[in-house]
């Protein structure tokens, strides 16, 4: 299995922008879907963002357009750019593979968006 640690959340304003990591370690992820998940205060985990193995993305409905999944191989590190954030917006981040591993699951990285 393939340890991850995410990073880059914070604090930031509706409209702000947020850039975050996930480093993989113990495997390579080249080959694997990976994807981005979050879990707002209340809520059942989602996915929000996934990257296949060869560069194709799907995204949720509520980030398309805002949101944008990157992988670097090379680095074995996985990419969630954020744009145009919005309150709603606000959980914690955390990546895994697609469909995801129980074993893999990091601590996750804290979004809040909010003025």
């Known amino acids: 299995q393939v340890q991850v640690v995410e990073s880059g959340g914070g604090l930031v304003q509706p409209g702000g922008s947020l850039r975050l990591s996930c480093a993989a370690s113990?495997?390579?992820?080249?080959?694997?879907?990976m994807g981005w998940y979050r879990q707002g205060p209340g809520l059942q985990r989602e996915l929000v963002a996934r990257?296949?193995?060869?560069?194709?993305?799907t995204y949720a409905d509520s980030v398309k357009g805002r949101f944008t999944i990157s992988r670097d191989n090379a680095k074995n590190t996985v990419y969630l750019q954020m744009n145009s954030l919005k309150p709603e917006d606000t959980a914690v981040y955390y990546c895994?593979?697609?469909?995801?591993?129980?074993?893999?699951w990091g601590q996750g990285t804290r979004v809040i968006v909010s003025s």
């Open positions: 895994n593979y697609v469909p995801p591993r129980s074993g893999s």
């Open positions: 990257v296949f193995s060869g560069g194709s993305t």
């Open positions: 113990g495997r390579s992820i080249s080959i694997y879907a």
